[in-house]
């Protein structure tokens, strides 16, 4: 199947700071990507749907302005949480359809703990 | 938008009984509905789909069925193993557009006990 890396896999950082998350589509071009939000023992929430060359399309309840989405190739999404705090410590995970309507492919995950 | 229900949230049988999860969702436009098994920690592993066209599919010891009319479909397990102990995510979308994002269930904790 195909292949979606997501990087890093795990980050720790400090209140207040930026972390950019990275998600790659290996052996295919996606023009669209998905990033998800998963708390512990809790469901996939769709945070947004990343455009190739477009805006995010965000969920609602989700700021568009703390969650920076920019998909700047047809290859690559990134999530930038801003200015975070310990509540958006979560699993964040990216995926991408390989062509066609079908089988979403998922990232490794990214394990972000804001302390 | 679209909503997905799913029941039960833990499911505990022995080993080499079978296991039923059940979904419901919303949107009668959905026509894509895949299941996925998560083990701690990693990413979503998809186990089987179905689209609307069909009312059952089958892969070895996994089963779907679709009920188009009543908007709910179920996954089967037979024969489980302690290795199928995860969690178990159903989700729907609609796939006309070139989106088709997909709306996750909450989940069920499955174990099988040896």
């Known amino acids: 199947g195909a292949v979606v890396s997501q990087h890093p896999s795990w980050v720790i950082c400090k209140s207040g700071t930026s972390v950019k998350i990275e998600c790659r589509s290996l052996?295919?071009?996606?023009?669209?990507m998905f990033w998800y939000r998963q708390f512990p023992k809790q469901s996939l929430m769709l945070m947004a749907t990343?455009?190739?060359?477009?805006?995010?399309?965000?969920e609602q309840g989700v700021e568009k302005d703390k969650f920076l989405i920019n998909h700047a190739s047809l290859t690559l999404s990134t999530l930038t949480v801003t200015s975070a705090h310990p509540e958006d410590s979560s699993f964040y995970i990216c995926?991408?359809?390989?062509?066609?309507?079908?089988?979403?492919?998922f990232g490794e995950g990214s394990r972000l703990t804001v302390l | 938008g679209e909503n997905v229900e799913q029941h039960p949230s833990t499911l505990s049988v022995q080993e080499g009984d079978s296991a039923v999860i059940k979904c419901t969702y919303s949107?009668?436009?959905?026509?894509?509905f895949p299941w996925y098994k998560q083990e701690l920690g990693k990413r979503p592993q998809l186990i089987i789909d179905?689209?609307?066209?069909?009312g059952e599919k089958k892969d070895q010891r996994i089963a779907v069925t679709l009920n188009k009319t009543a908007k709910h479909f179920s996954l089967h397990i037979t024969e489980t193993q302690p290795e199928d102990s995860a969690v178990y995510f159903c989700?729907?979308?609609?796939?006309?557009?070139?989106?088709?994002?997909?709306?996750f269930g909450q989940g069920t904790i499955l174990t099988v006990h040896p």
């Open positions: 052996d295919f071009q996606a023009t669209t």
């Open positions: 989700a729907a979308s609609f796939t006309g557009t070139s989106y088709g994002k997909l709306t």
């Open positions: 995926s991408a359809r390989a062509g066609g309507p079908g089988e979403l492919f």
């Open positions: 990343s455009n190739e060359g477009s805006k995010a399309t965000y």
């Open positions: 179905i689209r609307s066209n069909v």
């Open positions: 949107d009668s436009a959905s026509n894509y």
